[in-house]
């Protein structure tokens, strides 16, 4: 291991610690990958303030839109297999759409630049007042027209994502909760993720909490919901460990990867420029991508109720964050 890598790895765990104290956070969990093994793996405060049950680095959360990289690997998987195209029309797999979202590509559908709305009509479900759309509502939505046209710019769509899930389920004929689990997460090695919820009885699962404010106090945020028809652009449930591991093997130099590495270099390139990020940032397929410090870097952010987590790879020294 590089000298410099092993004294980071000493001080990031005493660094953290000082930021959950500082910050008055309910728990925080880092875990980093190097050359396709995790290097360090620490967890910080609670894993639910209802319970004071230490948080420990075995606890499952929401990893939210880390998902779209899952769902990105899934589709450039079936490309290898020669099941798809990325300029096929996303229409040749899932009829009742929209003409025009009918028209768009895959690959448009991927990176972000199908024009397609991002939530839908009503977003309740990431204040939970409401559940997640199933596939009928997803469907419904979609017989809407785009809200920009295709290929215009980068616009952020979780609906486009559970519509890449129902692409998966037409060409796997199986539910893509099965399928990505069988194709992309356990060819990956990774044995504390799942897709969705639920999780196997006896699973340590670190509950969400909200922010102090207006209440003077967080609230405990149960977190175990479906995500149903979304769950492509948001549903998995993983560890800071095999988040990091998973991401470490898209980097186009691993040495192991469930993917081939033409197929990484199209997730991992830069595809679309963000035009609303107060740094710069790109988007590829299923990842985000940027510059810090003279390194490039990609990975991917993720946020739902209670929840937030980003990973970041740095090809350069092959390291995951």
């Known amino acids: 291991m590089d000298r410099w890598l092993k004294a980071a790895l000493d001080y990031m765990p005493s660094w953290l610690e000082y930021q959950v104290h500082r910050w008055q956070q309910p728990g925080c969990v880092i875990a980093v990958a190097h050359r396709g093994k995790v290097v360090l793996e620490k967890a910080f405060g609670t894993a639910s303030l209802a319970t004071g049950a230490a948080f420990t680095p075995r606890h499952r959360f929401r990893i939210a839109s880390h998902s779209k990289s899952f769902t990105a690997a899934g589709i450039l998987k079936l490309r290898e297999q020669g099941k798809l195209k990325l300029d096929d029309p996303v229409g040749t797999y899932v009829k009742t759409l929209h003409p025009a979202i009918a028209r768009a590509t895959l690959s448009q559908l991927l990176s972000h630049s199908a024009g397609i709305v991002r939530d839908g009509p009503d977003a309740g479900q990431f204040v ?5 759309a199933g596939t009928e509502e997803l469907l419904h939505d979609l017989r809407a027209p785009p ?5 215009t710019r980068l616009k952020y ?14 060409v796997a004929g199986e539910p893509y909760r099965t399928w990505i689990k069988r194709q992309i997460v356990d060819p990956a090695g990774l044995k504390e993720t799942l897709p969705d919820m639920p999780l196997p009885r006896g699973t340590p699962f670190a509950r969400g909490h909200s922010s102090i404010m207006p209440l003077g106090r967080r609230l405990v945020i149960p977190g175990d919901y479906s995500t149903n028809a979304i769950g492509p652009a948001g549903g998995f449930v993983s560890t800071a460990a095999d988040t990091a591991l998973f991401f470490n093997q898209l980097s186009p130099g691993a040495a192991k990867s469930v993917l081939s590495v033409a197929s990484r270099r199209e997730m991992t390139r830069r595809q679309w420029r963000n035009p609303h990020a107060s740094l710069e940032g790109y988007y590829g397929l299923g990842t985000m991508s940027g510059t810090i410090g003279g390194w490039d870097w990609f990975g991917h952010g993720g946020g739902l109720l209670g929840y937030i987590s980003r990973t970041v790879t740095v090809p350069a020294h092959d390291l995951t964050v």
């Open 128 to 132: 939970e007042s409401r559940p997640f």
């Open 147 to 151: 809200i920009i046209d295709a290929g």
């Open 157 to 170: 769509s979780n609906h486009g994502y559970g519509l890449l899930g129902l692409v998966i389920a037409a």
